[in-house]
C-alpha cells in the first residue's frame, strides 16, 4: 500500500487561498509552519500602529533586510541579490487573517550592498485584538533562511489616537507632495522608517523618532502630547512637545530629533502620551544608545 500525501498544510483566509501560491512562497511558509527559528539571513519584522478607526486600525507592516546580509553576485558592473520574503498575521485562535509575500531582484553597487536595505511595507485594517506576526526572509542567491516571531496588540479606537513611535532612517522631499495614503511623511517630506533601536554615538549622530497623533473630531479640545524619558522604570525627564494643526484627515505627524551625544550610554523607554479632553492614548519604544 502506497499512500501520497501533502507535505505540509497552510490554513490561510479565503482571499489567499484564491491567488493561489507562488512557487517562491512554498519554502518560505514551510520554514514558518516548521515552528523553528533560524537566522541564517539577518532582518527585521514589525507592526506598526497608525490610524485608528472605527472599522479596525491601520497597521503597517514593515520588513527591513540589510543588504550586507545578502549574497551578492557579479553583474555587468552591478551587484546582483534576490531575496524573498512571507509575513503572516495571525489572530488570538491561531487563524491567518491576512498573507505578505514578495520576491525582489535588485541591481546594486558595492557601497549600497555595504550599507543599504530593503524596507518593504504593507498597511492592514486589522480589529481590535491580539495577534501574532511570523515572518521568514530566505536569501535566493544561497538558500539561507530567517524565521522570526513577534507578538503585538490592537487597541480599540477611542478619542484621540497615536502612532506607535518609530525611529527615521532618512527623508526627502516628496516630489509629488503630501500623499493622505502615505502615513510615513512630514512637512513635504517622504520619511524611511527603520526597526533599528540602536543608535551608534558616532559624531553628529541623531536619534529621530516619528509618530503621528490623530485628532478626534468629535472633542472641542485640541491635542497635547508628552513625552517621557524613562531608565529602569523611573522618569528621567517629562517635556510637553507643542503640536502644528491636524491636517485635513485628522492627522498631526511629528518627527522628534535628540542629540545622540547628550544621551549616556544604556537602554531606555521613551513614551508619548496624547490627551484630547478626557480621552488618552500612549505609545512606548525601547531604544539603546551606544558607542
Known amino acids: 500500500l502506497v499512500i501520497h500525501a501533502r507535505a505540509g498544510y497552510f490554513a ?3 482571499e489567499a487561498r484564491a491567488a493561489g501560491l507562488a512557487p517562491f512562497e512554498l519554502p518560505l511558509l514551510k520554514a514558518i509552519s516548521d515552528g523553528k ?3 541564517d539571513v539577518e532582518f527585521r519584522a514589525g507592526a506598526v500602529q497608525l490610524q485608528p478607526k472605527k472599522e479596525g486600525t491601520d497597521v503597517a507592516i514593515l520588513v527591513e533586510v540589510p543588504m550586507h546580509g545578502l ?3 557579479t553583474g555587468p558592473g552591478t551587484l546582483d541579490v534576490h531575496c524573498s520574503f512571507a509575513a503572516l498575521v495571525k489572530d488570538s485562535a491561531g487563524q491567518v487573517v491576512e498573507k505578505v509575500t514578495r520576491d525582489r531582484s535588485f ?3 558595492e557601497d549600497q550592498h555595504k550599507a543599504g536595505n530593503f524596507l518593504d511595507k504593507t498597511t492592514l485594517v486589522l480589529p481590535a485584538g491580539k495577534y501574532t ?3 521568514a526572509v530566505l536569501d535566493e542567491a544561497n538558500q539561507k533562511i530567517g524565521v522570526d516571531h513577534a507578538d503585538f496588540t490592537v487597541a480599540a479606537a477611542s478619542g484621540v489616537g497615536i502612532s506607535s513611535l518609530l525611529p527615521i532612517r532618512s527623508g526627502a522631499p516628496s516630489p509629488k507632495g503630501m500623499d493622505p495614503n502615505e502615513p510615513f511623511q512630514f512637512q513635504g517630506n517622504s520619511l524611511t522608517p527603520t526597526l533599528d533601536k540602536v543608535v551608534k554615538k558616532v559624531p553628529n549622530a541623531m536619534l529621530r523618532l516619528f509618530f503621528t497623533v490623530y485628532q478626534d473630531a468629535a472633542i472641542s479640545d485640541k491635542p497635547t502630547v508628552d513625552i517621557e524619558f524613562m531608565k529602569d522604570g523611573q522618569t528621567l525627564q517629562k517635556v510637553p512637545m ?4 491636524a491636517d485635513a484627515q485628522g492627522r498631526i505627524p511629528y518627527v522628534m530629533t535628540i542629540p545622540a551625544a547628550a544621551i549616556p550610554d544604556g537602554t531606555y523607554d521613551i513614551r508619548a502620551t496624547a490627551k484630547q479632553g478626557s480621552t488618552s492614548a500612549v505609545s512606548i519604544t525601547t531604544i539603546k544608545f551606544e558607542q
Open 12 to 14: 490561510l483566509p479565503p
Open 37 to 39: 527559528l533560524p537566522f
Open 71 to 73: 549574497e551578492a553576485k
Open 107 to 109: 541591481k546594486v553597487t
Open 133 to 135: 506576526l511570523d515572518t
Open 242 to 245: 507643542p503640536l502644528p494643526a
